[in-house]
Nanobody
Framework: QVQLVESGGGLVQTGGSLRLSCAAS????????MGWFRQAPGKEREFVGV????????SIASSMKGRFTISRDNPKSPVYLQMNSLKPEDTAVYYC?????????????????????WGQGTQVTVSS
């Protein structure tokens, strides 16, 4: 059973930045597309973005495009979510999720049930 561990959350002021990371417990963890989701209190889980295991491109939700980026150095490396120009409405628990894929460039997208593994989440709070 693969465990995903997110880190990097915290409290930041409006306009600030945070970088979240997601690492897998299994050193042989390869060939996984990685997605980021978030869930604010009282709201449904929301897709943030995804990166294939090739890392060649990413897909970011339109409401976060231009502020959030996802990256990874190689298929085995942690995945990062860089969040800039943060707003109070970005306050949520952020989760990473993994989907094993055959194609190096496949991105599962925003459907959570497609993902095989989930992290425990990390809290991001943006103060106004």
């Amino acid at each position: 059973q693969v465990q995903l561990v997110e880190s990097g959350g915290g409290l930041v002021q409006t306009g600030g930045s945070l970088r979240l990371s997601c690492a897998a417990s299994d050193p042989t963890f390869v060939n996984y597309a990685m997605g980021w989701f978030r869930q604010a209190p009282g709201k449904e889980r929301e897709f943030v973005g995804v990166i294939p295991w090739s890392g060649r491109w990413t897909s970011i939700a339109s409401s976060m495009k231009g502020r959030f980026t996802i990256s990874r150095d190689n298929p085995k490396s942690p995945v990062y979510l860089q969040m800039n120009s943060l707003k109070p409405e970005d306050t949520a628990v952020y989760y990473c999720a993994a989907k094993k894929t055959v194609s190096s460039d496949y991105m599962p997208g925003g459907i959570g049930t497609l993902y095989d593994y989930w992290g425990q989440g990390t809290q991001v709070t943006v103060s106004s």
